[in-house]
């Protein structure tokens, strides 16, 4: 799990630290960072997974230095705790300067205060499992030298996997698409992908499918089941049938339900495929278009998910329903003075005001 | 009686509605069958909390009761291990709200461990503890 972040001149983040829990919930007032604190994990996970070049468009506009500040380096660092080992990742990234493109000053990853892995001055050095050094190789500064390294059974590997398997969600049902036309490994930040993504998790997860059915069964009403139909060749398209009788049933394409239904299948996807499995998931605002009837029995398989010991969740939410479950026992809120740096401090809820906890956040009551 | 359709949960803190959660599902109801009321925004009063919003859950809960098979379930310590201090203050609770006093008939069941929740978790996980001890923490 996810276990320390520290972001360094990105956006309205200097020398942040943020140490999460295993399920928690981010309040703070709009323009508190809680976009961007997911926008800095985007980042880092698709520039060291996807081994993405840091000038190319997908980074240009994520990877923004402080205005504020005049440094030179941004600083990005990741711990988590895998296996009972905890691992160390940092990043030392100098951004677009001018027309100078971004380039790693140095990538190290280390367990405990051991080296595993290296990379400077346009330089990967990897250890082996008696911390001796293997020998070193050139690597391309502009991008993360982590995708070049083979994935075996090794500690570095623990970790990329680990990544891998750390998930940020915004839910867009207006984005996500009918057709898959190959099995995506990975979701998108919106789920446009989700009929690709799904086609790969059936695949590979039979029996996660079939408690996500039962969950569906459970919560949308007349549900049946989620098909992949082919379409010829490779393309299929994402349906769901409902029981229109014990007898017969109605099938519609994914678009053809209603946005709450489709951000409903989703979020129960990534409650079995990701949390289910042990993975990390940071979503915003996962109540967007759900009834408020449906969000708590959401809220209550995560959170029995999580006390079992599976998986990590970070929610940020403005919802009540959300605020008034989780905020007392599992809140932080994001604070920013004035236009100045975000930092984060425990949910300051006070039973004596009488009031919920939502409404407390509603007033503005939150810090006292 | 017949089986709730609906249970509705007023509970002191999280760890209390995990255990009327847990419970619930022992005894076949689904997430969607079970509606947690709010919680209070912090730690320490949470006692408090619930005798406040007692009235209003059996008011809620007998107006909806005359629709549905309801159920209602208050989740709360003893803390000093006085039960019937706690029964009287929910008693009250209903008297001062100009409300009946809770009726054997009525599906509200009241959740008051002797001493904190943490003991009856403990003793249904297959510890061997007593009501007097304290194992909130």
């Not at chain 1, 380039?103 to 367990?111: L, P």
């Not at chain 1, 590979?204 to 969950?215: I, K, V, W």
């Not at chain 2, 005894?27 to 408090?48: K, N, T």
């Not at chain 2, 959740?111 to 996980?125: G, H, Q």
């Amino acid at each position: 799990m996810l276990t320390r972040l520290h972001i360094d001149n990105f956006r309205c983040f200097v020398n942040f630290e943020y140490r999460p829990g295993r399920k928690q919930l981010i309040v703070g007032r709009n323009g508190t960072g809680k976009s961007s604190f997911m926008d800095a994990l985007l980042f880092l996970r698709s520039f060291v997974q996807s081994g993405a070049d840091a000038a190319g468009p997908t980074f240009s506009f994520r990877n923004q230095p402080t205005q504020w500040l005049d440094q030179s380096r941004q600083v990005f660092e990741l711990e988590a705790l895998l296996d009972g080992e905890s691992f160390f990742y940092r990043l030392d990234i100098e951004p677009w300067r001018g027309q100078s493109p971004p380039r790693v000053h140095s990538e190290t990853v280390h367990i405990g205060e051991r080296p595993i892995f290296e990379f400077k001055d346009g330089q990967v050095q990897l250890f082996d499992g008696n911390l001796e050094p293997r020998p070193s190789f050139p690597a391309d500064p502009a991008r993360s030298a982590l995708p070049i390294t083979p994935l075996g059974t090794d500690k570095l590997s623990v970790f990329k996997l680990w990544l891998s398997r750390l998930f940020c969600f915004r839910l867009n049902p207006f984005a996500m698409e009918l057709r898959a036309e190959r099995d995506d490994l990975a979701p998108k930040v919106d789920l446009a992908n989700v009929a690709a993504w799904l086609s790969h998790l059936v695949q590979s997860s039979p029996r996660e499918n079939f408690a996500l059915h039962d969950s569906l069964q459970d919560v949308v009403d007349k549900f049946s089941s989620l098909q992949l139909e082919s379409l010829g060749g490779s393309v299929r398209i994402l349906t769901a049938e409902f029981e229109r009788t014990p007898a017969t049933v109605l099938k519609f394409g994914f678009n053809q339900l209603s946005e709450g239904q489709r951000c409903l299948i989703c979020l129960y996807i990534i409650l079995h495929f990701v949390l289910a499995k042990g993975g990390t998931v940071i979503i915003d605002e996962p109540e967007n278009f759900i009834a408020l009837r449906e969000i708590q029995p959401w809220l209550t398989a995560v959170s029995d998910m999580v006390e079992e010991g599976r998986g990590q969740i970070i929610v940020i939410s403005h919802h009540p329903e959300l605020i008034n479950q989780w905020a007392p026992s599992c809140g932080v809120q994001f604070v920013r003075d004035g236009m100045g740096p975000v930092r984060v401090e425990p949910f300051h809820g006070e039973p004596s005001s009488g009031l919920s906890p939502a409404e407390l956040v509603a007033r503005g009551w939150e810090n006292g | 009686m017949d089986r709730a359709s609906q249970v509705i949960v007023l509970a002191e803190d999280e760890r209390h509605q995990q255990f009327a959660r847990r419970y619930l599902e022992q005894l076949g109801y689904s997430r969607r069958e079970v509606r947690f009321e709010d919680l209070p925004a912090g730690r320490g009063c949470g006692e408090q909390w619930v005798r406040d919003r007692y009235a209003k859950a059996v008011l809620a809960y007998r107006w909806r009761s005359t629709r549905a098979q309801t159920a209602l379930i208050v989740a709360i310590d003893s803390d000093r291990g006085d039960l019937n201090r706690r029964f009287r203050q929910l008693r009250e609770a209903l008297v001062s709200a100009a409300q009946e006093p809770r009726a054997e008939r009525e599906r509200i069941a009241h959740f008051i461990p002797k001493r904190n929740i943490e003991t009856w978790i403990l003793c249904l996980n297959g510890h061997d503890v007593d009501e007097e001890t304290d194992y909130s923490h």
